[in-house]
C-alpha cells in the first residue's frame, strides 16, 4: 500500500467517525438550549456527554496521529499532521449559530 493511499484511508477513516461525533455535539447544543437552567439533574447528564463525546474524540485524534507516524515511519517520509477539527471545533460555529440572538425568538 502507498503512503498517500494509507494517508487517505487514516483521513476516511478518522472522518467517518468524527462525523456522528459531531452529530452528537450538536444535539447535546441543543438539548442545553431548551433544558431549563435550574434542571441540574439534566445539566449534570449533558456535561457528562460533552466529556464522552470529548474523550472518544481525544482517542480518535491520537489513534490517527499514531497512525500517521507508523506509517511515515514506514515510507521513510516526515509526519505532516493535518487534523481535521475535532468534534468540538466542528460543531463550535453551529453552537454560536444556534445562540445567536437571531435565534432567541425562536421557541421550542
Same mark, same amino acid.
Given at each position: 500500500m502507498? %503512503?498517500? @493511499? ?8 478518522? @472522518? ?8 452528537? %455535539? ?5 438539548l ?17 456527554m @460533552?466529556? %464522552?463525546?470529548?474523550t ?9 496521529r ?6 511515515? @515511519?514506514?515510507?521513510?517520509?516526515r509526519?505532516?499532521?493535518v ?5 468540538? %471545533? ?5 453552537s ?13
Amino acid at each position: 500500500m502507498s %503512503e498517500s @493511499h494509507a494517508r487517505d484511508l487514516i483521513a476516511d477513516f478518522a @472522518h467517518q467517525l468524527r462525523q456522528p461525533l459531531s452529530t452528537l %455535539e450538536a444535539l447535546i447544543s441543543c438539548l442545553e438550549l431548551i433544558i431549563p437552567v435550574g434542571d441540574e439533574r439534566a445539566q449534570e447528564q449533558l456535561r457528562r456527554m @460533552h466529556f %464522552e463525546v470529548g474523550t472518544v474524540d481525544r482517542i480518535l485524534a491520537e489513534g490517527v496521529r499514531s497512525l500517521r507516524t507508523l506509517v511515515a @515511519h514506514q515510507s521513510g517520509s516526515r509526519v505532516v499532521d493535518v487534523m481535521p477539527l475535532s468534534a468540538g %471545533e466542528a460543531v463550535e460555529g453551529l453552537s454560536c449559530a444556534l445562540t445567536s440572538p437571531a435565534t432567541a425568538s425562536v421557541t421550542y
